[in-house]
């Protein structure tokens, strides 16, 4: 039986990260980036896959797990008839090479262990050619891969895999070290794991000390930065959506997904949040990867881009993995970096314009980029497109398309007159008005009393519930209460947000998924500006309640099944929670929209 996807937790270098099961095993770790090819692929497959465990011999009576702390460093209690052994998995922040390490550290009694690896390159297809080295390492070769393990327990190969048994009494510690580097390249000096095990602590403890939210969900709020702070590759400042490919939207289902990439979508309310959270230099460096990923021709801008920013993320199917739970295609690589989707603009001018509101460091190239950006939408804002949704269903006219065209328009607008920057003022006012005029016209449906997800449909989005949230219209006013209220009547039928109703919504894929958790936010996000403040806590609470037992969202939640489903775990889940946290935590000031002059951290008003 595959373990259900929050009885995982995350470990990682800030460079790949590893799934870590409830019962020791390691199933998912793509080394040596977040996209690379995984060397353990159980999770979309079986143990033969490849995968890493490391727990009792015999099944254990009591399983307890825990992040050691505010760290990425796991700890995994086991309990037997004869004993009680804590595993702790981590991986120390990157030197010359990548290392996992694992340490089982003995509490009471005696507990035989047990550990198997399977080490399967490639997406669990390619079996390395295994070799023991002078000083008792094991080398695992394929290609241009290389894994060294280093740990004093005997083990032994048997049908390709490596299996030991060893046993652990109180106070005693047995580590194991595995190593990635490249196959050309000279065996490294192994690392000491206690020392690696320290040095971890203090840069996990540090980072998340520095967090500077303080309110009443401070360790969901800190949490979900940590998660955020693993997601990002740290030599390039770019956070990817998760680290896994394929975890499906519907248990069985088709819409399975490779997130180990970029979105330029995830550009504002990361900012916002790195900045809001006093993670100035890591929000710089966002900034900075944004600017590098869409340098170039603006009609040759993506929706998304590979770790470094590379453009050509072409998506293919892996036959020989069965899929998490039956759900296939297992898919690498993602083909909606090809399609129009007219809101990465109006998210990544926002964005910028939000960097320059906080003062970090803005220049002149930076501007002229921005201006070939807003003179390109200029020219694309009435043309249909795919949508936030990437529906693979044929071009629309959809709502939040267009509001984001506008927010383009108007962040450009509100640079000129904000900052003294030269540009073509009243045409781009002009602009605004005539995108704005259109959207009011055009996707506001009276009969529902709602605007709706494309010019005449009558399909109800949950994008819709930004509206008010980017400034396109005040709270208050009456098609926004409709449409928040007509969202609340029809796409929450057990209590959580659906992106859309996908049983009747043309986009191009079979029927069905679970409550969108970041939409979920946003709701909470609509009510505290509706002055609905007991309802807003009473949802937010819900959805705190759906992380696991570590702290970790996925990007959907299956209420009737009480699963969580989709990429795991999420960084728009974990961006909106720390987001709507905020926005809880101050809602007796006054609102301050994404739209409006963002106040400084000090005044601790409403932030979007």
Known sequence: MA???????????????????????????????????ACFAALLGGPEHGRWQIGPAGPPVRTARKYRGQTLILETEFETADGVVTVTDFMPLRGAASDLIRTVTGKHGKVLMRTELIIRFEYGIVVPWVTRQEDGALRAVAGPDMLTLRTPVSLHGENHKTIGEFT??????????????SSHLPQLDPVDPLKALHETEAFWEEWANRCAYDGEWSEAVVRSHVVLKALTYRPTGGMVAAP?????????GARNWDYRFCWLRDATFALLSLMDAG???????????????????????QIMYGLGGERRL?????????????????????????????????????????????????????????????????????????????????????THSKVMAWV??????????????????????????????EVCRSAFDPELGSFVQSYGSKQLDASLLLLPLVGFLAPTDPRVRGTVEAIERHLMPDGLVLRYDTRSADDGLPAGEGGFLACSFWLVDNLILLGRHDEARRLFERLLLLRNDVG?????????????????????????????????????????????????????????
């Open 408 to 437: 383009a328009m108007d962040r450009a607008v509100r640079t000129i007159q904000e900052f003294g920057l030269e540009g073509p003022l009243e045409r781009w006012i002009a602009v605004r008005r005539r995108i704005h005029d």
């Open 279 to 301: 993670y100035d230099e890591e929000a710089q460096d966002w900034r900075e990867w944004l600017l590098r990923a869409v340098a170039g021709s603006p009609d040759q801008i």
């Open 3 to 37: 373990l259900r996807i929050e009885d995982y937790a995350l470990i990682g270098d800030c460079e790949t990260a590893a799934l870590v099961g409830r019962n020791g095993s390691i199933d998912w770790l793509c080394w040596p980036r977040f996209d690379s090819g």
């Open 552 to 608: 970790l969202l996925a990007e959907q939640y299956d209420p009737r099944a009480k699963r969580q489903l989709g990429n795991f775990p999420q960084a728009f889940s974990h961006l909106a929670l720390a987001n709507t946290a905020r926005n809880l935590t101050q809602f007796a000031k006054p609102a301050e929209q994404r739209a409006n002059v963002r106040p400084s951290r000090s005044s601790q008003k409403f932030q979007f």
């Open 168 to 181: 652990v009494s109180a106070g005693e510690t047995v580590s194991f070290v595995l190593t990635y580097s």
């Open 314 to 398: 072409s998506e293919w199917q892996v036959p020989w993995l069965a899929g998490y739970e039956g759900s296939v295609p297992v898919r690498i690589g993602n083909a909606a970096y090809g399609q129009l989707q007219l809101d990465v603009y109006g998210e990544v001018l926002d964005a910028l314009y939000q960097a320059r509101q906080a003062g970090i460091h803005a220049s002149d190239a930076g501007w002229a980029l921005q201006r070939a950006l807003v003179s390109h939408v200029e020219t694309i804002w009435s043309e249909p497109d795919e949508g936030i949704w990437e529906v693979r269903g044929g071009r629309r006219h959809f």
């Open 244 to 252: 896994t490919t394929s975890l499906p939207e519907q248990l069985g």
